[in-house]
């Protein structure tokens, strides 16, 4: 009877909506990160309609970060306290990396023509900087705030996994939102991504359980592996197909170029639920659990009720914007 | 420096940064509203082409004001943890409600505002606009009723030494919060007239007398003259207030450090905190009793009188007189500027220089301010509830603090000489293109 007590149930949702968030921003804001990273691989031309096909996303993908990151300070007020002061230069990096970023993509077009170039520059290091940022936090996360120098580079070969995943489903926007030239390089860009992709949820998959034995009872102890089996299993098929996928797009009449977008959702989404497994009920590793953490349960559910009203008109006026903007990206423009 | 120090500088530049762009977009974004309907009403393209102009450093000004809104968020753990430890219950759901309610609402119709025009009727364009204005406005509606209840906190009760709601409404509608939010309300419009005015006033010295210019520079001086003496008055009645629940910030921005009946408004002085008495004064005999008392021997409570609870003087003190100064050469030239151009139809081009010169006003008044009442709450993070260095994070080392804060500051300089650079390019550029005038557009696609 316990888990119908609030302060029972209401830090399992917010860890919930805390989730939705992350994942939101992590697919969301991903893709333009990504598209901002490959853009280092891109003709001027083609970098004008890489950026149109983000222009009207990108603040609102970054808000799911806002809401993430506010859910964790105003659910989990010690955690947030706790997690961001031990990793507080890579937040610090990170921040730089997505102001940098931001106002790259305003001044660009209305600087001056002869610096544009610079804020190109700009607007890629910052997609980089902030990615990688973001990468060795969650490096950092998995191994409980450690610091060594074997921490350190596990951190940053996350980091660099983060980039590529971020690649892949930045790659799969492009191949959705373009066509000719610019398409068919996205397709072969999305190629290399995948692998980086599957070495990065390999390496993470591994390293996890091996050191920290409570995720590692977690997932190979019987029957538990035999429920959680199909978590890799549909990983390693769903690569698979996206590989196979990947190698006929373009297709002439452009079928299938949702499919690898709508591949890279899915394997954030499984990639997700595998760390969220590992790691509950905690939400600091092996330190605070979701209930230790969470603030009173009357602030909880003031805080539930405006999201249970004002989360369903976000999801249908983001569908709403989404559909203004639906197709084959044209030159953006104020006009 | 201590980490303590150091974490309220960093926290304070980013905030101070951050004000910059929001106290522009606030109004900025009605008055692009009120330019999309003027023109619905005349069909007269002037101010379709002011809409478009303004839009961009809307833009501009947006991405500005969400990046560093984005650190906001994160600073508000990595340099004061204690603070949502101790009233996270209370703050917590006030900064839900505003991201919820706001944030993402002016995200995602900025897009259609800014990209959207050829792809939604004219009629969901406007409404676009409307939702984007009124989502910044709900966001400083938010931001606000939290800093205000962190000046005067109510409806709260402490149960092992944290916070716990007892009344939302109370919380909500907390003494300070009417006054406060007026007040910014109107530092924005300021900020916003000031800057449509400046600009408009540069490119009609530049040679660039078209309509629409002309219509934005009426338009700027017109709502700043009307602004500024409304804002003086409320400013006034914020004082009233501030004295009301806390003497200590009226006594540091006056600087009386003696209780006294008839005390003098003070137009200049050097506090020194180790003697505890002003250096040098110059004032006008019971001026500061009127004001604030409205009674020429009033009495004024003295910082001797606080047992050592007052904040910093000469900072408070300073920053309150730049921000009146600053407010008295905006009524000044503003009511100047609106007889002008109300006499003759066009500026001259003395009144045009002034307005460039004023053109960033309201980002001084607006920062000393929000200096003036902030440092005004120290020692409290929370006015008799927390004090800011018991907020601290105790575990992140100075030098840690140090090297990220040289970062921002580096960021934040480029970036402030960037924005001013941009905004007068883009006037400049306006002159060459608005030669050759712009389409009508047609209504309704």
């Given at each position: ?8 149930w209401?830090p399992?949702?917010f ?5 939705i968030?992350i994942?939101?921003?992590v697919i969301?804001?991903?893709y ?7 853009m280092?691989q ?5 970098k004008d309609k890489m950026?149109?096909?983000i222009?009207?996303?990108w603040d609102a ?6 809401l993430?990151?506010?859910?964790l ?6 955690a947030?306290g706790?997690i961001?002061t031990?990793?507080y230069l890579?937040?610090?990096i990170m921040?730089?990396?997505l102001i940098?970023?931001?106002v790259?993509f305003?001044?660009?077009?209305k600087?001056?023509a002869?610096h ?5 520059n700009v607007f890629m290091?910052g997609?980089?900087i ?13 191994v409980?705030?450690?610091?060594t120098l ?6 940053i070969?996350s980091g ?7 690649c ?18 996205a397709?072969?860009?999305g190629r290399?991504?995948?692998?980086g992709?599957?070495?990065g949820?390999?390496?993470v ?11 590692f009872d ?6 538990n592996?035999f429920i ?6 549909i990983?390693?098929a769903?690569i698979l197909?996206?590989e196979i996928?990947?190698r006929k797009?373009?297709?002439p009449n ?7 977008f ?8 499984l ?9 509950f009920?905690y939400?600091?590793p ?10 009173s349960?009357?602030s ?9 009203i004002?989360l369903p008109?976000?999801?249908?006026y ?8 639906w197709g ?8 | 420096?201590?980490a303590?120090?150091l974490a309220?500088?960093q926290f304070?530049a ?22 999309k309907l003027?023109y619905?009403?005349t ?6 082409n ?9 833009a501009?000004?947006f ?5 560093s809104?984005?650190t906001m968020?994160?600073?508000?753990g ?11 219950n ?11 309610t ?10 259609i ?8 009727s004219?009629?969901i ?7 984007v ?22 409806g709260f009760?402490m149960?092992?030494?944290?916070a ?16 406060r ?23 009609f010295?530049r ?11 009426k338009?700027g ?14 400013g006034?009645?914020h ?8 003497p ?5 921005m006056?600087?009386v450090?003696?209780?006294q ?9 050097f506090p020194n905190?180790?003697k505890r ?11 500061a009793s009127?004001?604030l008392?409205h009674n020429l021997n009033?009495?004024?409570?003295g ?6 609870n007052?904040p910093?003087v ?6 309150f ?5 600053t ?10 500027s609106a ?5 003759t139809?066009v ?20 920062i000393?301010?929000w200096?003036t009442t ?9 006015n008799?509830?927390?004090t ?6 105790s575990?992140?080392?100075s ?5 990220t804060?040289?970062m921002y ?12 650079s941009v905004?007068?390019?883009l ?8 030669s050759?005038?712009?389409?009508p557009?047609?209504?309704?696609m």
């Open positions: 009877m316990e888990i119908f007590t609030n302060s029972q209401l399992l949702v860890m919930g909506l805390m989730g968030s994942l939101a921003y969301l804001d991903g333009d990160l990504g598209v901002g990273i490959l280092s891109a003709s001027d031309e083609e950026i149109a096909s222009g009207p996303f993908n970054e808000t799911w970060l806002v993430g990151a506010g859910i300070l105003v659910a989990f007020p010690i947030h706790v961001l031990a990793l890579p937040t610090a921040l730089g990396g940098l970023r931001g790259s305003d001044f660009r077009a600087a001056n002869t544009k170039h610079l804020w190109d290091s997609s980089l902030t990615t990688i940022a973001q990468g060795y936090m969650l490096g950092l996360y998995i409980g705030f450690e610091h074997t921490t350190f580079a596990f951190g070969i660099i996994c983060l980039a590529a995943g971020y892949f489903v930045g790659a799969g926007w492009l191949i959705m939102k373009t066509e000719d030239i610019l398409q068919i390089k397709v072969r860009w290399i991504a995948l692998w992709t599957t070495l949820m390999g390496v998959s591994l390293v996890t359980p091996l050191i920290n034995p409570r995720i977690k997932w190979f102890s019987i029957p592996f959680m089996l199909p978590i890799p299993l990983t390693g769903l197909t996206l996928t990947l797009l373009p297709h452009d079928h299938y170029c949702w499919v690898p709508a591949g890279a959702v899915a394997l954030f989404l990639g997700f639920v595998g760390l969220a497994y590992s790691f009920p939400i600091v092996d330190k605070i659990t979701i209930w230790e953490a969470a603030s349960p009357e909880l559910l003031i805080i539930l009720i405006g999201a249970l004002v008109c976000i999801i249908v983001t569908v709403f914007a989404y559909r203004v903007f084959k990206v044209k030159d953006l423009s104020y006009d | 420096m201590d303590l120090m309220r500088i304070g980013n905030i101070t940064f951050h004000i910059l762009f929001p106290s522009i977009t606030i109004a900025l974004g009605w008055m692009l509203l009120f330019f003027f619905g009403k069909r007269d393209i002037k101010w379709m002011a809409y478009k102009f303004w839009v961009k450093i809307f501009l000004c991405a500005l004001g969400v990046v809104g984005i968020s994160f600073q508000f990595t340099n004061w943890p204690g603070f949502m430890m101790t009233v996270g209370i703050a917590g759901p006030l900064l839900a409600y505003e991201v919820l706001a944030f993402f609402l002016e995200a995602t119709f900025l897009g505002m800014l990209f959207g025009f050829s792809k939604v004219n009629r364009h406007t409404l676009a606009t409307f939702l204005a009124g989502g910044t406005t709900l966001s400083a509606f938010w931001i606000i009723v939290l800093n205000s209840w962190m000046h005067t906190p109510v009760e149960i092992d030494g944290k716990h709601a007892t009344s939302w409404l109370e919380i909500i509608f907390n003494p300070s919060m009417p006054y939010l007026v007040h910014m309300m109107f530092a924005s419009g300021l900020t916003a007239s000031f800057l449509v005015a400046g600009v408009s006033s540069y490119r010295l040679g660039d007398k078209c309509a629409s210019v002309i219509a934005a520079l338009g001086v017109y709502a700043a003259a009307i602004i500024i003496p409304l804002q003086i008055f409320v006034d009645m004082g009233l207030n501030t004295l009301k629940y806390q200590a910030k009226i006594a540091a006056e600087a450090w003696e209780t009946e008839g005390a003098p408004l003070l137009l200049f002085a905190k180790e008495r002003n250096d040098v004064e110059i004032g006008i005999p019971k001026l009127l004001i008392t009033g009495k004024i409570k910082l001797n009188d606080f047992n050592g007052h910093p000469a900072p408070v003190f300073f920053a007189r730049i921000m009146v100064g407010g008295i050469l905006m009524l000044l030239i503003s009511w100047l007889w002008q151009i109300k006499k139809g500026p001259k081009n003395w009144v045009a220089i002034l307005l460039v010169c004023m053109t960033f006003s309201g980002w001084v008044a607006t000393s301010g200096y902030e440092i005004g709450r120290q020692p409290w993070l929370v008799g509830l927390l800011t260095a018991t907020a601290a994070a575990n992140v080392s030098s840690m603090i140090s090297s804060l040289a500051l580096m960021l934040y300089v480029t970036l402030i000489c960037c924005f001013i905004v007068f390019y006037a400049r550029k306006a002159v060459v293109t608005s050759n005038l712009i389409k557009i047609e209504g309704g």
